[in-house]
């Protein structure tokens, strides 16, 4: 049995003065990943001496629309994100990424920061937050810092914070109406499934000629930890979307997979099935006449 300290914060202040005061702290947000990994003694669980629990500080359950961007604060709940307004008006795919995640229990309960805190290479919001260039607030007794997300993800289940510092905030910056997305999952099952391979793709696409002015692919669970694919990004850009070969590309894209994981007992399952929601992501943003 795993043994540990509880600690409760009220507020922001509250939880950064415990993660200054105390080492080895575990952060308690929906605990929906980390009460199972102390459950089952995962391998995973680095030792830690203290579970903080922050999953009632009020002042991270928000989401607030800004000129240029829009703000997550970090309790966000996957639930927030699916009936929001402004996520619906902005970034449907991210809300199309929040539906796919577990049950309604899990939606309820999981938050965007512990969806990325976590670091899980098989995490759904990751890749449309990395195609959307996210960034992230992250917050000490030192004050706050602002990273891009993929220099937070270094790894499987890891990130790039300090031991003293919370993850306070996500900022997703706004496109433009001539952005088109895609999300796109394979699962187990249908239910309570955790992505086998997902992708998240953010393209914009020029309204007179079909040209593909910018192209952001970030699969997951098909490497170590989430990257964008720029090898294939470079391959698009600037060519028509309705004159792309979806054949080839969705080769290459499987073939870049391979070039950073090497070859693998899952690669002759994963490589033709990212190529194959490669195309299909492809194509539903070819097609598009609007956001998705």
Same mark, same amino acid.
């Given at each position: ?59 991270? *359950? ?20 699916? *009936? ?99 999300? +796109? ?53 600037? *060519?028509?979307?309705? *004159? ?45 006449? +609007?956001?998705?």
């Amino acid at each position: 049995m795993i043994e540990y300290d509880f600690l409760i914060a009220k507020d922001v202040d509250s939880a950064l003065e415990y993660m200054h005061k105390y080492e080895n702290i575990k952060v308690l947000a929906g605990g929906t990943d980390i009460l199972v990994d102390i459950h089952k003694e995962s391998k995973r669980l680095e030792k830690f001496d203290y579970i903080l629990d922050i999953s009632n500080i009020k002042g991270l *359950q928000y989401i607030n629309e800004k000129e240029d961007n829009v703000e997550l604060g970090a309790l966000c709940t996957h639930t927030m994100l699916i *009936q929001s307004n402004v996520i619906n008006k902005y970034f449907p795919f991210l809300v199309t990424a929040a539906k796919s995640i577990g049950s309604v229990q899990i939606r309820n309960r999981g938050t965007v920061g512990g969806n990325i805190s976590n670091a899980s290479p098989a995490a759904d919001l990751i890749p449309p937050l990395m195609a959307l260039n996210s960034k992230i607030e992250l917050s000490s007794i030192n004050g706050k810092r602002y990273i891009p997300l993929d220099q937070y993800i270094v790894g499987p289940y890891k990130t790039s914070k300090n031991q003293d510092e919370l993850l306070t905030k996500i900022i997703i910056p706004k496109v433009d109406e001539n952005y088109r997305f895609s999300f +796109q999952k394979i699962g187990r099952r249908r239910a309570l499934n955790i992505a086998r391979l997902n992708l998240a793709v953010v393209a914009k696409i020029n309204e007179q000629d079909s040209k593909i002015e910018d192209i952001r692919i970030v699969p997951g669970s098909a490497t170590p930890f989430p990257i964008r694919f720029k090898n294939i990004e470079r391959e698009i850009l600037n *060519q028509k979307a309705n *004159q792309l070969n979806l054949e080839e590309l969705a080769k290459k894209i499987g073939d870049e997979m391979v070039k950073i994981t090497g070859e693998r007992w899952s690669t002759p399952y994963k490589k033709p099935a990212l190529g194959a929601i490669f195309k299909k992501a492809i194509m539903e943003i070819s097609n598009s006449s +609007q956001r998705f």
